[in-house]
């Protein structure tokens, strides 16, 4: 059991160039999520799909968008990156009836 | 979403007992109250969940006053390792996805 695994695990890109993380999933779990977590901050929603097929903004979705590729995958792409942008970015499955989230290792991205 | 208030940080020596209180004044009826705990370069770890009084795992015991509007994360005989950012989160627990709202969250310090 991997857990939850993203990749690539670091990443720097120019200003304008675009990128997909990705993050998959083997715990059979319905609900995912993708977080930003600026140094010495808490972690900011971007956005989470409840299910397979569903996908919802959080706090933070502008200049992101995401796929629900199936059950097991959720990726996050960035159109075209800027030096906002420049975060640690985490992935989390969880299943419907629990709170117990299951956090990725995340991406270090730097856009420069 | 309940807003939740944390301490920015608190301090401790190994061996002590630490409580750390999350407020969360307007918590409503179907908001469960969640802890995570987050170590540097990692992703937040699950650590108790709870709905009112009191709820104890073997790492933590977790009180809710009646009124619920605060609840207080306890961490008996700390150590080093419990060295972290404690985080507090309030939410229900499925209305077709779990918005969740993680904020600056606690940082505790450990010293010998």
């Known amino acids: 059991n991997a857990g939850v695994t993203q990749t690539p695990k670091f990443q720097v890109l120019k200003t304008g160039q675009s990128m997909t993380l990705q993050c998959a999933q083997d715990?059979?779990?319905?609900?995912m999520y993708w977080y930003r977590q600026d140094p010495g901050m808490g972690l900011r929603l971007i956005y989470y799909?409840?299910?397979?097929?569903?996908?919802d903004k959080g706090e933070v979705p502008n200049g992101y968008n995401v796929s629900r590729l199936n059950k097991r995958e959720f990726s996050l792409r960035l159109e075209s990156a800027a030096p906002s942008q420049t975060s640690v970015y985490f992935c989390?499955?969880?299943?419907?009836?629990?709170?117990?989230?299951?956090f990725g290792p995340g991406t270090r991205l730097t856009v420069l | 979403l309940a807003k939740t208030t944390q301490p920015i940080s608190m301090d401790s020596y190994e061996g002590q007992e630490v409580n750390i209180t999350c407020s969360h004044n307007n918590i409503a009826t179907n908001d469960y109250i969640t802890w995570y705990q987050q170590f540097p370069s990692q992703g937040p770890r699950f650590i108790i969940q709870?709905?009112?009084t009191k709820v104890t795992n073997e790492v933590a015991s977790l009180f809710i006053p009646a009124d619920r509007k605060s609840s207080t994360l306890s961490l008996p005989r700390v150590s080093l390792s419990d060295t972290a950012v404690y985080y507090c989160?309030?939410?229900?627990?499925?209305?077709?996805?779990?918005?969740?709202?993680f904020g600056a969250g606690t940082r505790l310090f450990v010293k010998a």
């Open positions: 799909s409840a299910s397979e097929g569903t996908t």
């Open positions: 709870g709905y009112k």
């Open positions: 989390a499955s969880k299943e419907v009836v629990y709170n117990e989230q299951f």
């Open positions: 989160l309030v939410g229900e627990l499925y209305t077709g996805g779990f918005k969740t709202i």
């Open positions: 715990m059979n779990h319905n609900s």
